[in-house]
């Protein structure tokens, strides 16, 4: 039996696979906070209603060749929005604010945190409940 299809932990794992992506939005602008005319991204806000209507689809990557990767098998993308038009904008037209961004990863990081922690005792309890302690 795959508990991952069971609605807490698949609930549980559409939340880390958002805030995955998310740390990887995060990380990106950070990454371009120099970059001109680079406006700051983030992912529409996770929605547990709307779980896997936000998904867009993805092409997976095709060797050609036996030796070539491939890849990561990363979750799906959710959707990107632009951050909100900001009133700071650097002389390079850089909209990045460091601060911001970094405040939001930690915010991520907490709540991917949180999710481990809800996995962790969903699983212990559902391993209790069969009588496997």
């Given at each position: ?11 549980l ?23 001109p ?18 998904r ?23 959707k ?26 930690n915010e ?26």
């Amino acid at each position: 039996m795959d508990i991952g299809k069971l609605g807490m932990f698949a609930n549980l794992k559409e939340k880390m696979d958002w805030l995955t992506q998310r740390q990887e939005v995060i990380a990106q602008n950070i990454a371009n906070s120099d970059t001109p005319n680079y406006r700051a991204n983030d992912l529409k806000e996770f929605d547990p209603k709307n779980i896997g209507r936000d998904r867009q689809f993805i092409l997976a990557m095709q060797a050609t060749t036996p030796g070539h990767s491939q890849g990561l098998n990363k979750p799906q993308n959710f959707k990107d929005e632009e951050v909100r038009k900001n009133y700071e904008v650097a002389p390079g037209k850089n909209a990045v604010i460091l601060e911001e961004q970094m405040v939001k990863m930690n915010e991520n990081q907490v709540d991917y945190q949180t999710m481990t922690r809800l996995y962790a005792k969903q699983k212990s309890m559902f391993i209790s409940a069969l009588g496997r302690i």
